[in-house]
């Protein structure tokens, strides 16, 4: 049975760019409907089920950020957003509101391709659902048993972990390439709001990368973004 071309969904307020990218995507195998803001949006939305949004960020009305926002309420569809700013801020808040991805205008479309097919490679292995259901999830070099709580090398070594440490873990593998603020790692890790000024977590995610081998002075798989948080970059897949 052949399978049905992924529905994406361009919004933004340049006609000629949303002609562009549907002409393109639809010439590389995806079914492309465009959207010129938040309102239309909404219109395809109610008749539509999209695989992927492409969600520029400077629209009349609603912006990129309040789409973003409003879409993570409820829905867990994949978001590119695209902005002509260089401002990184941007990018940080983009993430922190959920997007997938980010690319700033004006881009190569081979390159927004790229990233649409890797969105939708990590949404299809890693979806909530199905690592949710999994006992060994994948990351990097990395398995995690979750029944009995043990990291397994490449060289089928196991370390087990705390349970604050395979909590922490559990976090990020659920949400990669999020950013999360120190405070957001703190309640969903322990189930209460941060006190004020607390650093603690600071030190937990220092300890976890010592349990994942991570370099103290360049590491890979928890990143940390100055001023925002972490950002846990490892592509997670569930296996069966």
């Known amino acids: 049975?052949?399978?049905?071309?992924?529905?994406?969904?361009?919004?933004?307020?340049?006609?000629?760019?949303?002609?562009?990218?549907?002409?393109?995507?639809?010439?590389?195998?995806?079914?492309?409907?465009?959207a010129e803001d938040a309102e239309a949006l909404h219109g395809l939305l109610a008749t539509q089920t999209p695989d992927l949004l492409i969600v520029d960020i400077m629209l009349p009305g609603d912006d990129g950020f309040t789409i973003c926002r409003d879409i993570r309420r409820g829905s867990d569809v994949p978001i590119i957003m695209l902005t002509a700013s260089a401002d990184e801020t941007d990018?940080?808040?983009?993430?922190?509101?959920?997007?997938?991805?980010?690319?700033?205008?004006?881009?190569?479309p081979r390159e927004l391709l790229a990233?649409?097919?890797?969105?939708?490679r990590r949404?299809?292995?890693?979806?909530?659902?199905?690592?949710?259901?999994?006992?060994?999830?994948?990351?990097?070099?990395?398995?995690?048993d979750r029944m009995t709580r043990e990291l397994i090398d490449e060289h089928e070594a196991r370390t087990?972990?705390?349970?604050?440490?395979?909590?922490?873990?559990?976090?990020?593998?659920?949400?990669?390439?999020?950013?999360?603020?120190?405070?957001a790692?703190?309640?969903?890790?322990?189930?209460?709001?941060?006190?004020p000024?607390?650093?603690?977590?600071?030190?937990?995610?220092?300890?976890?990368?010592?349990?994942?081998?991570?370099?103290?002075?360049?590491p890979q798989l928890i990143r940390t973004v100055r001023g925002a948080g972490y950002v846990f970059t490892a592509r997670v897949a569930a296996l069966t």
């Open 1 to 34: 049975m052949t399978t049905p071309p992924a529905t994406l969904i361009v919004v933004d307020d340049d006609p000629e760019i949303r002609e562009l990218l549907v002409d393109y995507l639809g010439r590389h195998g995806y079914r492309a409907l465009a």
């Open 91 to 108: 990018r940080i808040l983009g993430l922190e509101l959920g997007a997938d991805d980010y690319l700033s205008k004006p881009f190569n």
């Open 115 to 120: 990233r649409i097919k890797a969105v939708l």
């Open 123 to 144: 949404a299809r292995v890693g979806s909530p659902a199905d690592l949710a259901q999994a006992r060994m999830v994948a990351f990097g070099a990395w398995r995690l």
């Open 160 to 183: 087990p972990l705390s349970g604050a440490d395979f909590q922490l873990l559990q976090v990020f593998l659920e949400r990669p390439e999020q950013v999360l603020s120190r405070e």
């Open 185 to 195: 790692l703190y309640e969903l890790t322990r189930g209460r709001p941060a006190p």
């Open 197 to 218: 000024l607390d650093r603690s977590m600071d030190v937990h995610v220092c300890r976890l990368r010592q349990r994942l081998d991570e370099d103290t002075h360049s």
